[in-house]
């Protein structure tokens, strides 16, 4: 059981360039997230998908587009990659009810713009 | 918007102990408690939903006042293993679950 599943790892880019983040989760789970993460600044959600077929926007979505290719995957794209992006992205997923509903994290990736 | 986070660090003896509070400004469904160590994933340590409650486990423990929109984290007879940044996460709603900036926890032998 793999839980929450990111890739790459690690990844530098040059401003302009594009890329996506992959996640995927082996849990059923209905709800996954993106979040990024900057010093002194937490995390900071990008885009949510609250079920398969939905997509919202969260708090910093400028710069991102996502898709929820189905119940499983959830990927973030960075269409002309900026140095502000230079961050650690967290994919997470959670089911509903009770302690279900806690957040299952991926392992990030961490992204450099040069 | 996130919610606001306090102390913003907290250095500590070990078995001393720690609060740690998470405030905001919209009316909360449910509170998160993440712990994260660094290079690592944040990992969950509590949630509490709308309602009013307090939980605990071991010697963490968390309450939940929703008419204030506040949530408290307490660490008693705090260990070397507590040591981290702690994030509160809060949802209102279908608006996802955005969190804090986090509480950095330095436990000294």
């Known amino acids: 059981n793999a839980g929450v599943t990111q890739t790459p790892k690690f990844q530098v880019l040059k401003t302009g360039q594009s890329m996506t983040l992959q996640c995927a989760q082996d849990?059923?789970?209905?709800?996954m997230y993106w979040y990024r993460q900057d010093p002194g600044m937490g995390l900071r959600l990008i885009y949510y998908?609250?079920?398969?077929?939905?997509?919202d926007k969260g708090e910093v979505p400028n710069g991102y587009n996502v898709s929820r290719l189905n119940k499983r995957e959830f990927s973030l794209r960075l269409e002309s990659a900026a140095p502000s992006q230079t961050s650690v992205y967290f994919c997470?997923?959670?089911?509903?009810?009770?302690?279900?509903?806690?957040?299952?994290f991926g392992s990030g990736t961490q992204l450099s713009v040069l | 918007q996130q919610p606001v986070q306090s102390p913003q660090a907290v250095i500590l003896r070990e078995g001393e102990d720690a609060v740690i509070n998470c405030s905001s400004s919209?009316?909360?469904?449910?509170v998160h408690w993440y712990r994260q160590k660094h290079g690592e994933a944040p990992v969950f340590l509590m949630i509490?939903?709308?309602?009013?409650e307090q939980k605990g486990h071991d010697k963490i423990s968390a309450s939940f006042n929703e008419k204030k929109q506040q949530s408290s984290l307490y660490l008693t007879a705090s260990q070397l293993s507590y040591s981290g940044t702690y994030f509160c996460?809060?949802?209102?709603?279908?608006?996802?679950?955005?969190f804090g900036k986090g509480t950095h926890l330095i436990i000294q032998p």
């Open positions: 997470a997923s959670r089911g509903w009810g009770g302690d279900r509903e806690k957040l299952f």
């Open positions: 849990m059923n789970h209905n709800s």
């Open positions: 998908s609250a079920s398969e077929g939905t997509t």
């Open positions: 919209k009316a909360l469904y449910s």
């Open positions: 509490l939903l709308k309602g009013g």
């Open positions: 996460g809060t949802e209102g709603g279908a608006d996802g679950l955005t």
